[in-house]
């Protein structure tokens, strides 16, 4: 019998209860699941928990099991490979190495000597948590610096062949005069050039990977700096609820520290302070203390500081980290006013820059050409590289100023995770019975065994299938993305199709552009409209969802309140209808009267849902209830962080709202100037250019000579189309933080040019 329920990430074994059946082991189905962790290393973990379960086996042995384990999985990926390439691969390495170290060796005692110099380097080093001292460090810059500096040279001995021997020198490449004593130089140009390409080049790429080396530590010090200050107010908002619950602040820090899932590069630091006491041997204050003066965040180290004047006074601890929670609640609700007024900055400058600029300079552009005094390349320029690449930019940079915690949180680790596999004990595999031996009452036995466990076993199968037919979908209803593995197969196979019927009448460039015009689109429209739909749902559960978590957690509180359990309050729940969240209560009621714990049956409702404000309440409650089961307080912090976030999220959705129109707005009037100029403008000039061309009045392609309308009717449907595919993702950044949301504005704009141009243009 399976336990309803989400998927709970990677396999999981249960342990079984012993039940002897005709002297066989056998699992008992009354008996509820034990579950454990899912390990780095399974074979490794699963020798580490059996300890001395085992009967006559003691730590010795089991640590020879260990070592044996980690020496057949270490030599079997070294040495399974072919001998003869697996030696070459171990030389290289090994001569890589040391030839990597020769800087090291030759300049470390000197950077040493310098230290002063690369202070700087070592704390960002230190902050950027990278375990390299700095004399290796910068030993290692200048190598790769070197080899980039080789690889330059040859390329600039490349270039100076291509430009001298297969293009050509000039007679003349600067203006620079000779007198008659230096006219010889001249002879000997081709020299001076291709030392000035090599030396250029190696100095250039040599220097960049320089720099880039000695500005990386700072730009990794920055992204943990930003990672801290998303996560600290939930992370102190953790610290609260624990210390009113009675945690002592070392056993507080040694909880925070293992939820690096939840709190990222909080519990990282935190666990810095955990190890500087336990492997270390420093007081608290002193790992306090080097913590704060190597972290990268301002607002941890005025956290931390301001925790040891407490600690030193003997102040009250929960009411600190209760302070710093409100005072970090008002400066997010702060912070996200300054970020919403830096989006709309940023809308209004792509609208001007690569909307109404890209519109302005294309008029501009197509008025020169009709005088004759410009070309098509600047058109080309604007349409197929600043508007895509320009907005890709916009994407990045919004992305990287955006503060919220984006992607999917990981799964939360529960102390088991079931896997419903059912393997036939391998005594019943085996069982072998010869049809001339008499008959035995226990083979007899055995044998109804071992159809009972096949049955059962087809059953599970049957079962699964049966399920997988019941929701097909359910795999793209969790993961949209997977829907790309059909959608995309898909539109190729229409492409190809297309291309098949058609190639004969593919007889001309115009022609195939015209091919190909129409079947990309339709491509583009088989791939992504799917993945966008399945999107959208997602994200439309997940809104509900997250909508009435706040509520979720309330009720647990009130109801925790007047005396009940967790397990109690949940039972309660899952008899009443509460919405969207009801069918995920009623899982969870399931997941414990089928035995689960309290905190595995919440952490598998967390995997579930897959949100990082669940992830985030859930941790925080199963630590409080793990610790000492008082979680009242605990679950009124959980309910109003999640109120705080949502507050947020609403707040971040009706002020975008305003320049997601705006963008709506501006591609509508691009492409309404783009029609009128094809359709009109374009047509009469067209019109006009043909009569003055065969009069000969445009003197030769003049002003106003014939031009091909259908070409600019071509790249404006093409402008039109990739200006409503960018503005689509900007809108869908803009207004809800995720690429994946702008693909259904994009999808709308594209319809849109894609109507316009094949209903009232034509010629596309």
């Excluded at 130089?185 to 040599?206: A, E, H, M, N, Q």
């Excluded at 925790?307 to 929670?325: A, E, H, R, T």
């Excluded at 994407?395 to 992607?407: F, R, T």
């Excluded at 905190?599 to 941790?619: C, E, G, K, Q, Y």
Aim: net charge negative; aromatic share 10%; charged share 20%.
């Amino acid at each position: 019998m399976e336990l309803q329920g989400g998927e709970v990430g990677s396999a999981v074994r249960t342990e079984e209860a012993d039940k002897e059946v005709g002297g066989l082991k056998l699992p008992s189905m009354s008996d509820p699941p034990v579950l454990t962790e899912q390990p780095l290393e399974p074979e490794l973990l699963e020798l580490m928990e059996e300890g001395d379960a085992e009967p006559g086996e003691g730590d010795a042995g089991h640590k020879m099991k260990i070592l044996s384990a980690i020496d057949e999985t270490s030599c079997g990926a070294e040495y399974g490979k072919s001998g003869a390439l697996d030696e070459f691969a171990k030389r290289f390495h090994h001569w890589l190495r040391l030839f990597m170290m020769v800087p090291f060796v030759v300049l470390g005692d000197r950077i040493r000597a310098q230290a002063a110099q690369y202070q700087s380097l070592r704390v960002k080093l230190q902050q950027a948590r990278i375990p390299v001292s700095y004399e290796l460090y910068v030993s290692s810059s200048l190598f790769y610096s070197m080899v980039a500096g080789i690889i330059g040279a040859i390329l600039g001995m490349i270039i100076s062949f291509v430009v001298i021997e297969v293009i050509g020198l000039p007679d003349k490449i600067t203006k620079l005069t000779f007198s008659e004593s230096t006219a010889w130089l001249i002879d000997y140009k081709w020299i001076f050039l291709t030392l000035f390409i090599i030396v250029f080049l190696s100095i250039v790429l040599g220097g960049i990977v320089y720099v880039i080396f000695l500005l990386y530590p700072a730009f990794k010090a920055g992204e943990r700096k930003g990672d801290i200050d998303r996560n600290l107010p939930y992370a102190v908002t953790f610290m609260y609820a624990l210390s009113n619950g009675g945690m002592n602040i070392v056993e507080i820090f040694r909880s925070l520290a293992e939820c690096k899932d939840t709190y990222g590069e909080v519990a990282n630091e935190v666990d810095t302070i955990v190890r500087d006491m336990e492997y270390f041997g420093h007081d608290l204050r002193t790992a306090l203390r080097n913590t704060s003066e190597l972290t990268p965040s301002a607002k941890f180290q005025d956290l931390t500081h301001n925790l040891l004047s407490v600690i030193d006074s003997g102040g009250d601890i929960p009411k600190y980290f209760k302070d710093k929670s409100d005072q970090y609640l008002k400066e997010a609700i702060i912070d996200q006013k300054g970020y919403l007024e830096t989006l709309g900055l940023i809308a209004e400058s792509y609208v001007t820059a690569f909307v109404a600029g890209p519109l302005f300079i294309i008029i501009m552009g197509v008025m020169m050409v009709l005088m004759g005094s410009g070309n098509d390349m600047m058109l080309y320029a604007i349409i197929y590289a600043v508007i895509p690449i320009g907005s890709v930019m916009f994407v990045v940079m919004i992305n990287m100023l955006s503060p919220a915690a984006g992607g999917i949180p990981a799964l939360l680790r529960t102390r088991a995770k079931l896997d419903h596999e059912v393997v036939m004990p391998p005594e019943l595999v085996h069982l072998k019975v010869d049809k001339n031996a008499p008959a035995d009452p226990k083979i007899e036995r055995l044998l109804g065994l071992k159809k009972m466990w096949t049955r059962f076993i087809n059953s599970k199968k049957t079962l699964a299938v049966r399920q997988s037919l019941k929701d097909p979908l359910k795999s793209v209803k969790l993961h949209p993305a997977n829907i790309l593995l059909v959608s995309a197969p898909a539109a190729l196979i229409v492409f190809a199709v297309a291309y098949v019927t058609h190639r004969h009448e593919l007889m001309s460039f115009d022609l195939t552009v015209n091919f190909l015009d129409d079947y990309l689109v339709y491509v583009a429209y088989i791939a992504l409209v799917p993945l966008a739909f399945f999107h959208e749902r997602k994200m439309a559960r997940e809104r509900k969802l997250q909508k009435q978590i706040p509520d979720f957690l309330g009720r647990m509180a009130s109801t925790n309140e007047t005396g009940m359990t967790i397990r109690d309050s949940i039972k309660l729940m899952a008899k009443s209808d509460t919405g969207a969240i009801s069918k995920q209560i009623k899982l969870v009621w399931k997941d414990i009267d089928w035995g689960l714990d309290v905190n595995d049956a919440l952490t598998r409702f967390a995997n579930r849902i897959r949100t990082h404000v669940v992830a985030r309440s859930i941790t925080l409650i199963t630590k409080a209830n793990e610790s000492s089961g008082d979680v009242g307080e605990v679950l009124s912090v959980a309910a109003r962080d999640a109120e705080t976030e949502q507050t947020l999220k609403r707040e971040r959705g009706m002020n975008m709202m305003i320049y997601i129109v705006i963008i709506y707005i501006s591609f509508l009037v691009f492409v309404g100037v783009i029609y009128v100029i094809t359709d009109s403008f374009l047509s009469q000039m067209a019109e006009a250019g043909e009569e003055m061309a065969a009069s000969g009045a445009a003197g030769g392609g003049g002003f106003l000579g014939a031009f091909d309308l259908n070409a600019y009717k071509r790249m404006f449907f093409h402008a039109s189309l990739i200006q409503g595919f960018c503005s689509g993702l900007i809108a869908g950044v803009m207004g809800e933080g995720s690429v994946m949301s702008g693909l259904k504005h994009s999808m709308i704009m594209m319809t849109v040019a894609l109507l316009i141009f094949k209903l009232m243009v034509g010629g596309v």
